[in-house]
């Protein structure tokens, strides 16, 4: 099986604070994720000067202010942030990403080194986007909130004319910032692994960590989680973002799950319980003491541990049978007691 790759999600989360988008990559690095990934736009080329906030980010920033613009204009990254987070990334060992949302920032990146490129759910009806990714013919992870199985058809389409299908990661994932339980319909992931025959994962936004461990066990190849210093910083994402040390707890937990079923799937004992077998099971015991020459009957038998004598499936086997010597009671049957 191979390795889930865990992309943690700062985003936007560093709050245009060089010292706190540092920060947020040790968190990724010691936490065991992949990819750390953060966001390059141009606020102008992003969003009209008349965008208003969506519901959650005007909720989570409550500063009064409608403009979706001016949000993001605090938050944008220049060339040196860039060229300062991908050596921080190196510092600790953890692989630098990042969204772009127009064409201009694909090839941006592409020029910075960045060898796989993550398409958020936002841009998966971006015709020349998706045409500019297919032209750089580079993997691509595709986020499909608020899409249904044409519109990925429709993206996948674009992208093929330059991209192999075994190079293109489709998540399933829902956009809403937290999202609900009742929202998540996470079978629409092997929903779009049946439709397509694409390796398939999850960008989760829910709570807590259930539900992306949960993808894990039901074959996500790819994991994206958002994750903060402090979910009470100000800012669009904090609220729906994992702390350090949930972002480590979720880690752990996915690897272990990928432990869990990797295995060959077939039902045999294994090494590590095949030594248990024996303290586990029962064997026959005698419930009294009986002389050689003994013919048994049921109610001179009784199963008991240990497990390394005669298995009581033979127990028809035994009834009947005479003892060869004489016997304790409790006494553990052996094939040698019986003729």
Not at 2 to 31: F, R, T
Not at 236 to 247: I, R
Request: aromatic share 6%.
């Amino acid at each position: 099986m191979k390795k889930v790759l865990i992309i943690a999600e700062a985003g936007v989360n560093h709050n245009g604070d060089m010292a706190l988008a540092e920060k947020l990559i040790s968190v990724a690095a010691d936490a065991g994720a992949d990819f750390v990934k953060f966001q390059s736009f141009k606020a102008e080329k992003l969003v009209s000067r008349s965008a208003k906030k969506a519901a959650y980010q005007a909720n989570n920033l409550n500063d009064g202010e409608s403009s979706q613009f001016n949000m993001l204009k605090r938050l944008e990254l220049n060339h040196e942030n860039h060229l300062q987070l991908i050596s921080c990334s190196k510092e600790y060992g953890i692989k630098f990403l990042s969204t772009a949302f127009d064409s201009e920032g694909l090839e941006y990146l592409s020029e910075l080194g960045v060898d796989v490129f993550k398409v958020p759910s936002g841009e998966i009806t971006n015709y020349p986007y998706l045409k500019k990714l297919a032209d750089l013919g580079k993997p691509v992870i595709l986020s499909t909130g608020m899409a249904d199985l044409r519109e990925i058809r429709e993206a996948l389409g674009i992208l093929e004319k330059g991209i192999k299908l075994e190079d293109i990661t489709v998540l399933h994932c829902n956009t809403e910032y937290p999202t609900p339980m009742e929202d998540v319909n996470l079978k629409a992931m092997l929903t779009i692994q049946d439709a397509f025959r694409v390796q398939v994962g999850y960008s989760d936004h829910t709570l807590g960590v259930e539900v992306p461990i949960a993808a894990v066990a039901l074959g996500a190849t790819v994991i994206e989680k958002h994750f903060t210093l402090d979910r009470n910083l100000p800012g669009p994402d904090h609220k729906a973002s994992l702390e350090p040390d949930e972002l480590k707890a979720m880690v752990s937990s996915i690897r272990n799950i990928e432990l869990a079923i990797s295995g060959s799937g077939k039902k045999e004992p294994s090494k590590s319980e095949s030594k248990n077998k024996p303290i586990a099971r029962k064997s026959i015991h005698l419930k009294q003491a009986l002389g050689a020459g003994y013919r048994l009957k049921e109610e001179d038998l009784i199963p008991l541990r240990p497990g390394d004598g005669i298995s009581p499936m033979k127990w028809n086997e035994v009834i009947g049978k005479k003892l060869t010597q004489d016997c304790e009671a409790f006494h553990k049957l052996q094939e040698s007691d019986l003729v």
